[in-house]
């Protein structure tokens, strides 16, 4: 059962500029939670071309590849040159890219409004699960601190497929947390935006 959070207030999104990085370990649940959350990204009002999704072999490369998005993205919006599209911003590989609309590629650049990190942590039978869960969370804190740009948490961990599928709507009648970071990104974004 889905254990309900405070009532989410939806925020305008327009104008915002998101980014997701995801792990690739554990692609079924990955992809359900980042169809959520891109669907509520985009039902606030963010612009398609405003969000820039990159991925990571997995969750442990997390908070670099989030911490060089951002200042890379900050590079980019005070070059006047413009730099290369935002897509490029970690070496995209091609599926990257081609996941990425034909106007994202081209138009997308300047400094991120918030990131949302993505990872699927499944418990093994070692403690392989608990160093990197630790390391990732207090990873993307410190990124987020010390870069003033919030980072949604959106990592899983949890101790076997069945609760990932509970977390990423897969199971019948259960809540697709992905949602939820959506909408959080564009809350953090916009009163990120007031308190500066
Ligand atoms: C190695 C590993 C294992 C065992 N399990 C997961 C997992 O459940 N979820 C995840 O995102 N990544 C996993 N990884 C990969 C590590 O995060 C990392 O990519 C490698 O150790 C290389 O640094």
């Known amino acids: 059962m889905h254990n309900k ?8 999104g327009t104008g915002l500029r998101i980014g997701i990085v995801h792990a690739r370990w554990n692609d079924t649940i990955i992809d359900a939670l980042l169809d959520g959350t891109k669907s509520k990204l985009l039902e606030c009002g963010v612009a398609e071309s405003n969000i820039v999704v990159q991925t990571v072999p997995g969750s442990w490369e997390l908070p670099i590849a989030v911490q060089r998005l951002y200042s890379a993205s900050q590079v980019q919006s005070s070059s006047s040159s413009g730099g290369g599209a935002a897509g ?19 138009s997308s650049t300047g400094p991120f409004d918030a990131i949302i990190a993505i990872g699927v942590l499944i418990k093994g039978e070692t403690m392989h699960f608990e160093y990197i869960s630790d390391s990732v969370s207090q990873g993307l804190m410190r990124v987020s601190l010390d870069t003033g740009v919030p980072v949604i948490f959106g990592v899983l961990t949890v101790l076997n497929d069945e609760q990932a599928q509970a977390r990423a709507g897969l199971r019948p009648g259960s809540h697709n947390h992905g949602d939820d970071w959506g909408l959080a990104a564009v809350e953090m974004a916009v009163k990120r935006r007031a308190w500066a």
Do not use: I
């Open 5 to 12: 959070g405070p009532a989410p207030v939806r925020h305008d």
């Open 88 to 106: 490029d911003l970690l070496g995209s590989s091609t599926t990257d890219l081609a996941s990425l609309p034909s106007s994202a590629t081209a």
